[in-house]
């Protein structure tokens, strides 16, 4: 079991079409400023190139901006689709975000987050997969071994290739790679010494991923390759509004989250709305079944004692970026997190609650020495002045 876990959120960006694309931007921006005064651990970003709902091309090129606006929180690629790019180039890229942060960096990869976008770029969505664990075994190599290497693969090739700037973070920024439901992320973690960005914790219906049997992917892929599989670098990526009550947490979300699953999820994406609705019962429907946590600090801190105890351990939970309350209450959600739901997963209480516990106990005592301390102060003032 990992004793600690850090927080985080995770930004696609969710933002509806129709709206003025740079301040969705800005806000996202201001979102991740927001995360590192509440003192967040990590923040995410992903990379797409359509739907019209997920508009960061490049996390490097954002992250490398909000990096000049935060002090604290560790800035994480979530993810860069390696099968979209050349293997050097990411490194390159990524090398240099390294030493610009001075370490602040997290280098998580996948496969791409959208059909769509390998349809656009003319690659076949069955080959994806193979591609992002090519492209990662070559990254790893640039980043770990300075020495001329050439490769040859059916999309790409290096010919004495080698990075000019070495890595900020020795040996390399931590690794992440975007797991789904299948064992293929989970595999190739292993195989890599990675960690995971586990994006699919509880399914549509409400039905829990099995996390141990997961996991054991990894394990099992680590120890084929001579490691030893890390939990603290498995992250749970979860979707989460918290408010005050767990009825203002389901109005606040009442109709973004139906525009989010009947607008995106259905209409743009192509997978069925998971709950049968109407719109406004959907808010109530995700929660009641799992798939989403909406309700108060409370009702947080019992998922996430629920998911440690189902998984054996993970190093992290991350909150996923939505944008389905007013700006306000989304805000507040992340300070409710911070203020209440983060130092008790943590521990941060520990010191304070045993010091409480201890002078409540001794209360009635140290009132009466208080007041014998003082009558024995004013006998002495009396003795003193006659």
Not at 308 to 318: I, K, P, T, Y
Not at 333 to 359: F, H, K, N, T
Request: aromatic letters at 6%; one cysteine or more; a negative charge.
């Amino acid at each position: 079991m990992v004793d600690r876990i850090d927080f985080g959120i995770f930004l696609p960006p969710f933002h509806e079409p129709g709206q003025n694309p740079t301040l969705a931007l800005e806000r996202d921006l201001e979102t991740i400023v927001h995360c590192d005064r509440l003192g967040f651990q990590e923040a995410w970003v992903g990379e797409h190139h359509s739907t019209g709902w997920e508009t960061i091309a490049s996390p490097e090129l954002f992250l490398a901006f909000a990096a000049e606006r935060t002090k604290h929180i560790r800035l994480g690629t979530g993810a860069v689709s390696l099968p979209y790019h050349h293997p050097l180039m990411v490194a390159d890229r990524i090398v240099l975000l390294d030493h610009l942060t001075r370490g602040r960096i997290n280098f998580g990869v996948g496969p791409g987050g959208h059909v769509t976008d390998a349809v656009m770029l003319g690659l076949d969505p069955a080959h994806l997969r193979d591609m992002m664990a090519e492209s990662l075994g070559v990254i790893i190599r640039l980043l770990t071994d300075p020495s001329a290497y050439s490769y040859e693969a059916s999309w790409f090739r290096l010919v004495d290739a080698v990075l000019q700037l070495r890595p900020y973070q020795r040996p390399h920024p931590p690794l992440a790679v975007t797991s789904l439901e299948s064992p293929a992320g989970m595999r190739l973690a292993g195989l890599t010494g990675a960690g995971v960005l586990q994006l699919a914790v509880a399914k549509a219906t409400g039905v829990p991923m099995n996390l141990r049997a997961h996991w054991a992917h990894a394990e099992e892929a680590a120890a084929e390759a001579g490691r030893t599989a890390r939990r603290d670098g498995w992250r749970l990526v979860i979707p989460a509004h918290i408010a005050e009550t767990r009825a203002d947490a389901i109005a606040q979300i009442r109709e973004g989250g139906a525009r989010h699953l009947l607008e995106y999820v259905e209409a743009t994406t192509g997978r069925p709305c998971p709950v049968p609705g109407p719109p406004d019962q959907i808010a109530e429907q995700m929660a009641e079944r799992g798939a989403w946590v909406v309700g108060t600090p409370d009702d947080l801190v019992a998922v996430i004692d629920a998911m440690r105890e189902a998984s054996g351990g993970f190093g992290a939970l991350l909150v996923w970026g939505h944008e389905w309350a007013a700006r306000p209450a989304v805000l507040r959600s992340y300070e409710l997190i911070a203020r209440e739901v983060m130092p008790r997963v943590r521990g941060d209480l520990a010191g304070i609650e045993a010091s409480q516990a201890i002078a409540r106990k001794k209360a009635t005592d140290v009132h009466r020495m208080r007041s014998e301390a003082t009558r024995a102060a004013q006998q002495a003032s009396g003795s003193s002045q006659a």
